[in-house]
């Protein structure tokens, strides 16, 4: 058993004690960061293969939430489409009778694709000995509140008719929640150690091919899994191991990734002078065109911000947007360019010109799609920005709209105090 079928039997353990523990519930929530859950739908494609054992039926969908009144009959026209040429393949002829008609009772079509499969299960009632499971996972969700909606009503009726078979699933960022009025449901979250799990998969693949760029990959997966458990010490010889790894096989982009988490590991510790040391080497191995030089310009400035002064700061903050527009990064333009609006923050000037920073740190926002903003800081900056409109005030008004409408009514609770936030006032 490889590394991969080894973890997703752990997740087939885990979800099977969750399930046995809520068998009337109607709605699962798995909650993890983005890569653990990504496993996690993984383990449901596993289920659609033939090498599943499982007497389950397991749905997934990734069509898109465009409105609440269509949402359901897209899933049912992907399910009758299959079961259609399942049928013309087998020869059979049967006839599933999707069609629902009107239902006064709910403002959603989330009674749709239960009514649908109910048929379904009339049709082949050793169905009803199974569990239905659907994942929705939407790749583009054009207004969350009604998602929510769409979801409290499909499990109402899913109780209302009394049918324990069919239940829903949906993952979520553990911290970046996307649907926060959701009235029901049972949460679990994740136990994946995917640090290890990277390190052990490395390992496997790179067992007998003694490959120098594989066992460079084996080292930085390592290193993270020290740094993940707070093993400094043994991180940065681990991390120096792949420098010189990389070094031999001219590899410069792995020589500069590798000096940056060693970078940021000395700060930690509080070696300042061997983290700007390694700061420097790499920031002269990067060039001013990539993705990682924008990257290590924000570090590099994060750091400077906090271990040296604001001046020297900005320059590499205002470096690292120029790159970051270069090469259409707007998460790492937006981000320092917030910063910089918090280090034009004085008693002296006031914040004119920290406003000037803001309003473009929204624009630069809404260039994302809405799943990068909430990881971004922009419900803590337009936060800062309605403190000093007054909530009152036409301008206050106006962002508290456009806010409520992009993240929903309670967008302030998103309003988190980003982790390189500046407080030039303090």
């Known amino acids: 058993m490889n590394p991969i079928q080894l973890e997703l039997f752990k997740i087939d353990k885990q979800w099977q004690q969750v399930v046995r523990q809520h068998p009337s519930e109607t709605l699962f929530l798995c909650l993890g960061e983005r890569h653990e859950v990504n496993l996690f739908e993984a383990y449901f494609k596993y289920q659609l293969t033939e090498e599943s054992r499982t007497d389950d039926m397991f749905l997934l969908h990734y069509q898109g939430f465009n409105n609440k009144n269509d949402y359901g009959k897209s899933l049912v026209r992907e399910w009758k489409e299959i079961f259609d040429l399942w049928q013309k393949d087998t020869g059979k002829g049967i006839v599933w009778d999707v069609e629902s008609g009107d239902a006064k009772d709910y403002k959603t079509d989330a009674f749709v694709p239960v009514m649908a499969l109910i048929r379904l299960c009339g049709l082949y009632p050793e169905l009803n000995s199974k569990k239905i499971y659907i994942q929705l996972a939407p790749t583009v969700i054009d207004d969350v509140v009604s998602l929510s909606e769409w979801i409290n009503e499909c499990c109402s009726c899913i109780k209302t008719l009394n049918n324990h078979n069919i239940k829903l699933v949906y993952t979520e960022h553990h911290i970046h929640r996307t649907l926060k009025k959701l009235k029901q449901g049972t949460e679990f979250k994740l136990n994946i150690d995917v640090s290890q799990l990277m390190q052990n998969a490395a390992a496997h693949t790179n067992r007998e091919k003694n490959d120098p760029e594989a066992d460079y990959q084996q080292q930085i997966l390592i290193a993270s899994n020290y740094l993940s458990k707070g093993k400094h010490e043994q991180a940065n010889a681990v991390l120096e191991r792949a420098i010189v790894i990389a070094q031999k096989q001219g590899l410069q982009e792995a020589v500069v990734a590798a000096r940056i988490m060693l970078a940021q590991s000395l700060a930690i510790k509080n070696k300042k002078n061997e983290a700007r040391q390694q700061y420097e080497m790499a920031l002269a191995r990067a060039g001013e065109r990539s993705q990682l030089s924008a990257h290590i310009h924000m570090s590099y400035g994060s750091f400077l911000l906090a271990h040296a002064g604001k001046d020297e700061a900005k320059k590499y903050f205002e470096k690292a947007i120029k790159i970051a527009e270069m090469i259409e990064n707007n998460f790492i333009a937006m981000e320092c360019t917030r910063l910089l609006g918090q280090l034009s923050?004085?008693?002296?000037?006031?914040?004119?010109?920290?406003?000037?920073?803001?309003?473009?740190?929204?624009?630069?926002?809404?260039?994302?799609?809405?799943?990068?903003?909430?990881?971004?800081s922009m419900a803590y900056t337009a936060s800062i920005m309605l403190k000093k409109?007054?909530?009152?005030?036409?301008?206050?008004?106006?962002?508290?709209?456009?806010?409520?409408?992009?993240?929903?009514?309670?967008?302030?609770?998103?309003?988190?105090?980003?982790?390189?936030?500046?407080?030039?006032?303090s």
């Open 345 to 376: 923050e004085s008693k002296i000037t006031g914040s004119s010109k920290a406003m000037t920073y803001y309003v473009r740190c929204l624009e630069i926002a809404k260039k994302m799609p809405i799943e990068k903003r909430r990881q971004s």
């Open 389 to 425: 409109y007054g909530e009152g005030s036409p301008e206050g008004k106006k962002l508290d709209l456009e806010m409520r409408q992009d993240y929903g009514e309670d967008w302030k609770s998103m309003a988190e105090v980003p982790a390189n936030h500046a407080n030039p006032l």
